[in-house]
C-alpha cells in the first residue's frame, strides 16, 4: 500500500491547528500513559497500522510492559493488568469512538462519571476525538508505519 498524499504538506494549517489540540491534551493533567493508551485503543479500533505503530512505540518508550500492551485489546478479559482509571477510559473510548452503534449511552456516561470528574471526561473526550481524526486521515491517505519502513 503506498501513501496517497502528504496532508501535511497540501494542508499544513489543518494540521497545526490538529497539533494544537494534541497541545492542550498533553498539558490537560490526565496521566500521558493513560491518554497514550486510550490513542492505542482507539487506534485498534479504527485499524489503523500507522497509529498503532507510533503509539506502541511510545508506551514502550514511557516504560509500559509489552505484556501490558499486548492485552489493550482484550482489556476486559485482563484481570487487574489495568487500574480502574484505565478500564474506565477504554470503555469511555470504546463507547466514543463507535458513536454511531453506541450513542453514548447513559450508562457508558454514569461508568465514567464514576472514576473521573467533569474536566478529565471533558479532556479525555477531546483526546479520543483527535486520536479519531488522526486514524482517519492517516488512513484516508495511507500513512506507512515507521516499522514498514525500517524493514
Avoid at 490537560?28 to 493508551?37: A, E, F, K, M
Avoid at 479500533?45 to 499486548?70: F, P, S
Wanted: proline share 3%.
Amino acid at each position: 500500500m503506498s501513501k496517497r498524499l502528504d496532508y501535511t504538506q497540501i494542508a499544513p494549517a489543518g494540521v497545526k491547528a490538529l497539533g494544537g489540540v494534541y497541545g492542550y491534551v498533553t498539558q490537560s493533567g490526565l496521566s500521558p500513559v493513560l491518554v497514550d493508551l486510550v490513542y492505542l485503543r482507539v487506534s485498534q479500533i479504527n485499524n489503523c497500522a500507522y497509529c498503532l505503530d507510533m503509539h506502541t512505540r511510545d508506551l514502550l518508550k514511557q516504560g509500559v510492559k509489552v505484556e501490558k500492551l499486548a492485552l489493550v485489546q482484550a482489556w476486559k478479559e485482563a484481570g487487574n493488568l489495568f487500574d480502574a482509571r484505565e478500564r474506565a477510559a477504554f470503555a469511555w473510548a470504546e463507547s466514543v469512538t463507535l458513536v454511531a452503534q453506541t450513542g453514548v449511552p447513559d450508562a457508558a456516561y454514569e461508568a465514567a462519571r464514576a472514576v473521573f470528574d467533569e474536566r478529565e471526561l471533558v479532556d479525555l473526550t477531546i483526546a479520543i476525538s483527535l486520536m479519531n481524526t488522526y486514524n482517519r486521515m492517516a488512513i484516508s491517505f495511507r500513512n506507512t508505519p515507521h516499522a514498514a519502513l525500517e524493514h
